[in-house]
């Protein structure tokens, strides 16, 4: 089963190398080296198609000549026609713009992928734009397409990949409506919903689709620039292409209750969608217009799921007692950080932090970003040559030179 998204662009972090070569050796020719947590990336999400897709929400802020669209329900006669037309102008395509490589072609760079977002804010000089980390990351500059053709420069106020999500910023020259943001954790199973985007390009902007809400609290698997990820998300049988990226679910009061984020692409299956859901997408991207990051404790160490490792060698080398068959093995430790502090060292596996079992490394981010604070001294128990082992950590924030 596949994940589809529209990224065009990969980007790989150099991992910090170890300081034990023999084991980095043997582990980097199995599972192609080992992603620093905290302090390198490891890869982008996987690209199949020259489109991308979108994130972000908030509440709104506007003028006295903007219009806020979804505070109350709307007639049910014509229902979706209505919605459509009144939140169509707060919809944008985004253009993904890179540099060619060719230096015989425009220095202005190339399109590499476009997609979707949703205007969530307006202030005297500026407005706001959500959309999926996707669809401008690895972006040399970023082009915003409004409702009626015009193309103005955006810049980026801040991108979080774990959770694909972006904040971008325009001039409000030409933002006459603003979107505003339901309530996710309201919804119900069955309960009718329509996608706006771009699929396929500027081409088919706008385009309108109808479904209903075919599963709440899903649990996908991605991954990122930053690692592996467990993404929360909504399910929906509404159609969701190439371009939908950052393009809004809307419920039947016109509010937008997610951010259409991916798909799944498989001979044979049709009609799974996934948004990111408001309550999420609102607080993360208050934060990223706050701080222009999203900031999460710092381990400081590379992580391979012992699975990954061949059973011969974890047989041989490692000394585990035969029960255990899942955890995180600790690759290198970045110097000076809190693993390193602590005394953590390499070939040790964790299995469990503050009494959670960590079965591998997207258990460990989740517990370590959602569980865990900057500041905090967690347990992480761990087995060392055999022996179980706990080691005392006290996270700490990710300093300028780890990103």
């Known amino acids: 089963m596949g994940y589809y998204d529209e990224t065009n662009t990969r980007h790989q972090d150099k991992v910090e190398r170890s300081r034990r070569p023999w084991f980095t050796s043997i582990v980097s020719g199995i599972v192609g080296g080992a992603m620093v947590l905290g302090v390198t990336t490891f890869t982008d999400i996987n690209q199949n198609a020259p489109t991308n897709q979108g994130s972000e929400v908030t509440l709104t802020e506007e003028k006295e000549n903007t219009v806020e669209v979804g505070a109350q329900p ?5 229902e979706i026609a209505d919605i459509v037309e009144s939140l169509s102008p707060a919809i944008v395509g985004i253009t993904n713009i890179q540099a060619s490589g060719n230096p015989f072609q425009n220095a202005q760079g190339v399109e590499s992928g476009t997609g979707s977002g949703v205007i969530f804010k307006k202030s005297d000089d500026a407005a706001y734009i959500i959309t999926n980390n996707h669809v401008i990351e690895g972006a040399q500059s ?3 397409t409004h409702f009626n053709g015009e193309k103005v420069k955006a810049s980026v106020v801040g991108a ?5 999500m972006a904040v971008l910023k325009i001039s ?9 943001f339901g309530d996710s954790t309201a919804l119900r199973t069955g309960e009718s919903v329509i996608a706006i985007g771009n699929p396929l390009g500027l081409e088919f902007s706008r385009t309108v689709t109808e479904g209903i809400i075919s599963g709440k609290d899903r649990s996908v698997n991605i991954t990122t620039s930053d690692g592996d990820w467990a993404l929360d998300v909504i399910q929906t049988d509404a159609a969701i292409n190439p371009g939908n990226s950052g393009g809004p679910l809307i419920n039947m009061s016109g509010e937008v209750i997610g951010i259409n984020s991916l798909k799944i692409s498989q001979n044979g299956v049709e009609g799974l969608g996934f948004a990111i859901p ?4 609102v607080p993360i ?16 160490v590379g992580l391979i799921d012992l699975a990954e490792l061949p059973e011969a060698y974890v047989r ?11 955890g995180v093995v600790v690759g290198n430790i970045a110097p000076s950080s809190p693993a390193d502090s602590a005394g953590l060292k390499e070939q040790d596996v964790i299995v469990s932090m ?31 040559n055999g022996k179980a082992v706990t080691v005392k950590i006290l996270l700490s924030e990710r300093d300028a030179t780890s990103a």
Not at 74 to 78: G, I, P, R
Not at 278 to 281: A, L, T
């Open 74 to 78: 709307l007639s049910s006669k014509n």
């Open 142 to 144: 970023v082009e915003v």
């Open 160 to 164: 979080d990949p774990l959770t694909d």
């Open 172 to 180: 409000s020259e030409h933002v006459t409506t603003v979107a505003s």
């Open 278 to 281: 408001s309550e999420d997408v």
């Open 285 to 300: 991207s208050d934060e990223l217009m706050e701080k222009g990051k999203i900031q999460r404790p710092f381990l400081g």
């Open 316 to 326: 041989d080398s490692m000394n585990l007692p035969k029960e255990i068959s899942t």
């Open 354 to 384: 503050n009494g959670t079992e960590i079965k591998g490394a997207s258990d460990l981010r989740k517990y370590l970003y959602t569980e865990a604070k900057i500041g905090d001294e967690i347990d992480v128990k761990v087995y060392r």
